[in-house]
């Protein structure tokens, strides 16, 4: 599976972008899908994930009621809608598919990776 995250961009805080991850097969619809940041200088961390099916998502309690993961099987898309925009939010975003329906907050749980899409909130 090949993933390409799009959608990042340049933002005030207060602001919102929403990030798309579209992979190159419809086989994608069979699996969980994450989306990860790193910010300069920092470890690779976990923003969110789904399930195979869009149930079961699970945050990041530093975007929790900020943050909204959702999929498109039909498209082969996941999206990541960010609101209220903090300068923490900053970082390069990565989407990652696992290998499995349900997968956890571990990067070590996925297998493919997309090639990130930058971030950057101003305060």
């Known amino acids: 599976v090949q993933l390409q995250a799009c959608g990042g961009g340049f933002v005030q805080a207060g602001g919102s972008l929403r990030l798309s991850c579209v992979a190159s097969?419809?086989?994608?619809?069979?699996?969980?899908v994450g989306w990860f940041r790193q910010a300069p200088g920092k470890e690779r961390e976990f923003v969110a994930r789904?399930?195979?099916?869009?149930?079961?998502?699970s945050y990041a309690d530093s975007v929790k009621g900020r943050f909204t993961i959702s999929r498109d099987n039909g498209q082969s898309t996941v999206y990541l809608q960010m609101n209220n925009l903090k300068p923490e939010d900053t970082g390069v975003y990565y989407c990652?598919?696992?290998?499995?329906?349900?997968?956890?907050?571990?990067?070590?749980?996925?297998?493919?990776w997309g090639q990130g899409t930058q971030v950057t909130v101003s305060s």
């Open positions: 789904i399930s195979w099916n869009g149930g079961q998502p």
């Open positions: 097969r419809r086989t994608f619809s069979n699996n969980a």
């Open positions: 990652a598919a696992a290998t499995s329906a349900y997968s956890g907050s571990s990067s070590t749980s996925y297998r493919y």
